[in-house]
């Protein structure tokens, strides 16, 4: 039940960014459409393990935990620019409630920082917060493309 459930949360959150990223013209925007593609990738990395897709090894989950917190910390960052291209799927919302989405970007990097990764069932539990995070972030500021 609970890989079923991480998967409907996160399946509709890790698709469609290399379709996302053809045709964008704004080169100001390419740089944070690259920084949540390499987000989606590490955590699809992590949910390889916790699905038991991929065989458990803790060391490259500590790796990818690593990654996704220096990740996670650089969101806000990569979207102060309000710069836009149809390509985007950033919401206006990013900008005109910036408070409102740094805080939702932030719960990313605190979901990361208290990841345990020594185990699959620790890697599992962790994965409930980056899921959560994720849909909290993309439903209020993630056009659906």
């Given amino acids: 039940m609970y890989r079923a459930t991480v998967l409907l949360i996160l399946l509709p959150l890790l698709t469609g960014a290399a379709l996302a990223h ?19 990738d590490t955590v699809a990395g992590l949910g390889a393990f916790a699905k038991g897709t991929q065989r458990f090894d803790a060391d490259e989950a500590a790796r990818l ?13 990569a ?10 799927e950033a919401r206006p919302e990013i900008w005109s409630d910036w408070t409102g989405f ?7 990097e605190a979901a990361a920082q208290t990841m345990q990764t020594e185990s699959r069932a620790e ?20 056009l659906e493309n």
Avoid: W
Avoid at 25 to 39: A, C, E, F, G, S
Avoid at 65 to 77: P, T
Avoid at 79 to 88: L, M, N
Avoid at 123 to 142: I, L, N, P, T
């Fill in 22 to 40: 053809s045709g964008v013209t704004n080169p100001k925007v390419m740089p944070r459409m690259h920084l949540m593609t390499d987000i989606k």
């Fill in 123 to 142: 890697v599992q539990f962790g994965m409930r917060a980056v899921a959560k995070a994720c849909y909290s972030c993309h439903e209020d500021y993630r």
């Fill in 79 to 88: 979207f102060e620019d309000a710069a836009q291209d149809p390509k985007s």
């Fill in 102 to 108: 740094t805080a939702e970007a932030s719960k990313l």
């Fill in 65 to 77: 935990v690593d990654a996704l917190a220096a990740q996670a910390a650089g969101v806000a960052a």
